[in-house]
């Protein structure tokens, strides 16, 4: 078994209120120096057998129509070993 990530972020251009709130509330509690925060979505999917290029073309697909909304959101796929 094998595991496949897909990272789910906002595309740059959209505004990301959650990241902005951390930013704001980060030299609050302390933490200085850090100019940007933007959140996103980790999805770990533990794969049945091998991971070759048809199972990391349908996490692909997976991710393109229900994981990431992919009007305002980008996504990356990857192995994990």
Known sequence: ????V???MLK??????QGQA???ALP???FEGISDVRQGKRFELE???PVDDAALDRVRKMAE???ANTV???FTVKVES
């Open 65 to 67: 129509t229900f994981l």
């Open 72 to 74: 305002i959101e980008d």
């Open 12 to 17: 740059p251009e959209i505004l990301d209120p």
């Open 47 to 49: 794969v049945d057998g």
């Open 22 to 24: 951390v930013q704001r």
């Open 1 to 4: 078994m094998a595991r496949v």
């Open 28 to 30: 609050r509690l302390g």
């Open 6 to 8: 897909v990272d789910v």
